[in-house]
């Protein structure tokens, strides 16, 4: 069975600290994804990687990063977060050889920044 | 700019009584059209790819449709384990998804 995880379902912050969000996934996948997912507004792609070492901006890059040292695992990293990055964030990954390229989900980190 | 609209927002149901879901979208040349149920506190939870218009494919009591500007999600007889939210997403060329803002449909007993 096809799995995402994510490295937490709760986080609390405080405004100005270095945030790190993990997320593996055991597919093989090539691509994976960053979102947020804020009431109204739907999923906003943060960062997306196609390959190991390589990145891509999404709609919403400001105020994040990310890393992919390893074809399985994909970082999510706000540098000093802000109360106005409270969310839940979604990481997804997705095979280009496999059909329809649809993309699988973690079950999603819900962060709260004070 | 890629546009999304799912419509209504919300949508309340009796057990058995069906519905439809409407996603309206505009992107620049059209990869796929994607279809997602969501329960509360959960990630998206992938139901069907659509590709061409005319195309339709079910699972359950759910059927999904294609036109060139228009996706419906059909929910047949629900019932309450239907109840989640919906979120399609159609692909563009640089294939990134395009996320609606979802229906949240509630089917009470």
């Known amino acids: 069975d096809v799995k995402v995880t994510q490295s937490s379902r709760y986080l609390v912050k405080r405004t100005g600290e270095k945030v790190f969000l993990e997320c593996v996934q055991d597919?093989?996948?090539?691509?994976m994804f960053w979102y947020r997912q804020d009431p109204g507004l739907g999923l906003r792609l943060i960062y997306f990687?196609?390959?190991?070492?390589?990145?891509e901006k999404g709609d919403i890059p400001e105020g994040y990063s990310v890393s992919r040292e390893k074809k399985e695992r994909f970082s999510l990293i706000l540098e000093s977060a802000s109360t106005n990055q409270t969310s839940m964030y979604l990481c997804a990954s997705s095979s280009p050889s496999l059909g329809g390229n649809e993309q699988f989900f973690g079950p999603g980190t819900r962060l709260t920044v004070l | 700019e890629d546009q999304v609209t799912q419509s209504p927002e919300a949508l309340r149901l009796q057990e058995g009584e069906s519905s439809s879901l409407n996603c309206s979208y505009t992107?620049?040349?059209?990869?796929?059209l994607f279809w997602y149920r969501q329960d509360p506190g959960k990630g998206p939870e992938f139901l069907f790819t659509l590709y061409s218009a005319g195309e339709e494919k079910e699972k359950e009591r759910l059927k999904a449709t294609l036109t060139k500007k228009e996706s419906f999600l059909h929910i047949t007889a629900p019932k309450p384990e239907d109840s989640a939210t919906y979120l399609c997403?159609?692909?563009?060329?640089?294939?990134?998804?395009?996320f609606g803002a979802g229906t949240t449909v509630t089917v009470r007993a």
């Open positions: 992107v620049s040349g059209l990869r796929g």
């Open positions: 990687s196609y390959d190991v070492k390589m990145k």
């Open positions: 997403a159609p692909r563009s060329n640089d294939y990134k998804l395009s």
């Open positions: 597919m093989d996948h090539e691509n």
